[in-house]
């Protein structure tokens, strides 16, 4: 826990321990688990009911909230009765004793998803939780014009890497050309959804927790969520910048089409699928630009000697995305049909 001065401290508090259950001392330990880019993810057991719990540590906001801790708390309560989310236990965004949010929640228990053989759990996973109707009045971000937002927020990341001395002149060129695929295509369609519900936009493989034949699967990291089109979470999920990021693995667009009639057969008339496939596969293509231009802004911080956190696969996959065989495959892609 050294890694983030005070934390130990933090969880000796009253408050903390008091909201918890926890002995006035400390006997659990904590236990570093995983590390993104924004997030510190600590793993121990509870040392009076033995549950094993998950502290999660928020260094930072993708979305530029101030209160991204809770906002991420107030959609996994959104969540709960699905059963595909972990429960929180306990939230505190106010950083009055630490720089950062603190959320608490269950560990729960299954592998990363492997898209050769298991995308119809993921199918069922995701139906389950965009069938989840939620009351119209929510406090969940909801953007006008998705595809727009997702190009807007692509030009805003890019431009980190534009503006940078250490970026490549011939790499610039092409992103920006790929962006300008991107706002052509979308001025020529009609997107809007027929149907919102609270969708994760971040669903690589590793947020999945695939268990056991007849058990069920999670869906974690809940970092990002919007009141949306669940044809955009399908879209992101198919998306080659999503299945290659933690694998090697790029669907076909045949296998895209497969995964999308499999997801609807699991929704089952829940909610209203008219246009959805078509929707989600226009998504896949616009979040493949979200995707690279991600990873020029990302692989420009992972330069600075300051950064916080750093992942060594993520440095690894940064080099990939940017390499010109893939921002080519990406373009073939973004420019089918």
Aim: proline share 4%.
């Amino acid at each position: 826990m050294d890694r983030i001065k005070g934390l130990y401290e933090y969880v000796r508090g009253k408050r903390y321990r008091e909201a918890l259950g926890l002995p006035d001392q400390v006997c659990e330990e904590y236990r570093l688990l995983a590390q993104g880019e924004y997030n510190i993810n600590y793993l121990f057991v509870h040392p009076v009911t033995g549950q094993r719990l998950l502290l999660r540590v928020n260094c930072g906001s993708q979305m530029h909230l101030e209160d991204q801790i809770e906002y991420e708390g107030y959609a996994l309560r959104l969540l709960e009765k699905t059963g595909r989310t972990p429960k929180v236990l306990y939230v505190d965004g106010e950083k009055e004793i630490l720089d950062y949010g603190i959320l608490v929640m269950e560990y729960l228990p299954g592998h990363s998803l492997d898209y050769r053989t298991e995308l119809e759990r993921a199918a069922g996973c995701l139906a389950d939780i965009h069938s989840m109707k939620l009351d119209g009045d929510n406090r969940l971000l909801r953007p006008k014009d998705p595809l727009r937002a997702i190009l807007e927020e692509c030009e805003e990341m890019v431009r980190v890497y534009m503006e940078s001395a250490l970026a490549d002149e011939e790499k610039k060129s092409t992103l920006r050309q790929l962006l300008e695929y991107g706002w052509e295509k979308i001025e020529r369609v009609d997107c809007r959804p027929v149907y919102r519900c609270c969708i994760n936009t971040e669903l690589n493989s590793t947020n999945f927790l695939i268990n056991a034949e007849g058990e069920r699967d999670y869906l974690i990291d809940w970092e990002k969520p919007l009141y949306g089109d669940p044809a955009q979470d399908l879209g992101h999920f198919i998306a080659p910048t999503t299945t290659f990021w933690k694998t090697d693995v790029i669907l076909t667009v045949p296998e895209m089409e497969r995964f999308l009639d499999g997801y609807i057969e699991k929704v089952n008339g829940r909610y209203p699928t008219e246009g959805l496939k078509e929707r989600a596969l226009l998504y896949a293509q616009i979040n493949c630009l979200r995707g690279v231009t991600w990873c020029a802004m990302a692989w420009v911080q992972y330069q600075q000697p300051d950064k916080l956190i750093v992942n060594e696969s993520t440095r690894q996959k940064l080099d990939q995305y940017l390499e010109d065989e893939f921002l080519s495959m990406i373009q073939e892609f973004i420019t089918h049909r």
